[in-house]
């Protein structure tokens, strides 16, 4: 991992952007596999969510088995590998694709989370948010016959699990106005709210380069990220196990898990002083 540090000796304030893999060893599947291909079906669309009442009840059904695993999961090494790297004054800004909120309970501060957080849901029509452990409680309540299942946990608090039953399922709602809840997270064909983006643009302009973690950077909402330190004449560096969308831009790849290269490389930072 001697490379990784030389790279940040070289650039010692980093614009640090987190995908999937960061929160495997907590526990929390990715997305794709080494070749940034679906492990299983494509998590669910706005347009879908919107549409239909039935892909809704489907969409929590899973949710209310498989968001205990993703709400119960602890941070690992990597993640308190990057407080860490903070701390050593070499982090301008953490950004995540992630919305478990790992960094944030390993200590990490002002993280701009791309793709919003899954500790809440909001209103779509009256914008109140809810807190997801209070839904959590009122889904099993009102779905006992799902209350017991055990699925393969997915991404982001979903599960590998397909039922009769999602016809009967009852979905949550606004307790204030009865309007449709979301999960407060940025679903696949919604875009990232645009205060967010800018937050992390400007960030990344005051930084000397860029570290990728656990990312295959496949959603253009990191990749754009590479590309924006490209025009600015700024070095990108990656930690991730496979391909990654900016493969042909890097300065740098490591091919290790996580919480290793990132454990490794504070070492080496704090041994040299």
């Known amino acids: 991992m001697s490379a990784l ?11 640090v952007l987190t995908g999937a893999g960061i929160s495997t060893d907590s526990g929390i599947p990715g ?21 239909s009442h039935a892909a809704r009840q489907r ?41 478990d909120g790992l960094h944030q309970r390993a200590g990490s501060e002002d993280v701009i989370e791309l793709h919003g957080s899954i500790g809440s849901a ?8 809810h807190d997801r ?15 017991d299942v055990m699925a393969e946990p997915a991404a982001d608090g979903d599960a590998h699990f397909e039922s009769p039953l999602f016809a009967h399922f009852r979905v949550p709602s606004c307790e204030r106005c009865d ?9 696949f064909g919604e875009s990232v709210p645009r205060d967010r983006v800018d ?18 950077l496949t959603v253009y909402s990191g990749y754009r990220f590479c590309v924006w330190a490209g025009q600015m004449d700024k070095p990108v560096a990656a930690v991730n196990l496979g391909v990654t969308r900016a493969d042909p831009m890097l300065a740098l790849k490591v091919e290790a898990p996580c919480a290793q290269a990132l454990s490794e490389l504070t070492a080496q930072l704090a041994a040299a002083g």
């Open 199 to 216: 937050d992390a643009r400007a960030a990344l302009a005051q930084s000397d380069a860029v570290l990728v973690v656990g990312s295959s």
């Open 31 to 51: 997305y794709r596999d080494a070749n940034g291909q679906w492990q299983r079906s494509q998590p669910i669309t706005l347009q879908a969510f919107l549409g």
């Open 5 to 15: 540090g030389d790279f940040v000796r070289q650039h010692p304030r980093l614009f």
């Open 179 to 187: 309007g449709l809840l979301k999960p407060d997270v940025v679903f």
């Open 133 to 147: 452990a209070n839904v959590q409680r009122w889904l099993a309540e009102q779905n006992g016959a799902l209350r």
């Open 122 to 129: 909001i209103c779509l029509s009256c914008g109140t948010r």
């Open 59 to 99: 969409y929590w059904a899973r949710s209310m088995i498989g968001w205990p695993v993703a709400a119960g999961a602890q941070p690992n090494a990597g993640h308190h590998a990057l407080v860490a790297l903070a701390g050593q004054g070499h982090v301008t800004r953490l950004v995540t694709q992630n919305v």
